[in-house]
């Protein structure tokens, strides 16, 4: 018996001067909606000495996640 399931994915990069900084990966699950965000550190030191533009790019980045599972709840409400 096959069973499938289907996500999104959501990929970002906050980057210094063209150097990628913090990479962040979302997978949102169709059947909740609700996802996970994973962010890994590729630079330290450009991290540390840009942490104000860094966690700005996470908070958008979360933010996008939020959005996307805000509208899959509410196409698996209209389902219901």
């Known amino acids: 018996m096959l069973k499938t399931t289907k996500q999104i994915t959501l ?15 979302a997978n949102i699950p169709s059947e909740t909606g609700v996802g996970n965000i994973n962010q890994f550190t590729q630079n330290a030191e450009l991290y540390d000495a840009n942490k104000a533009q860094v966690r700005r790019d ?23």
Do not use: H, P, R, W
């Open 58 to 80: 996470v908070a958008e980045f979360t933010a996008l996640v939020y959005e996307v599972e805000d509208e899959m709840g509410a196409e698996l409400e209209a389902i219901e």
């Open 11 to 25: 990929n970002g990069q906050s980057t210094i001067n063209d150097q990628v900084v913090v990479t962040l990966n």
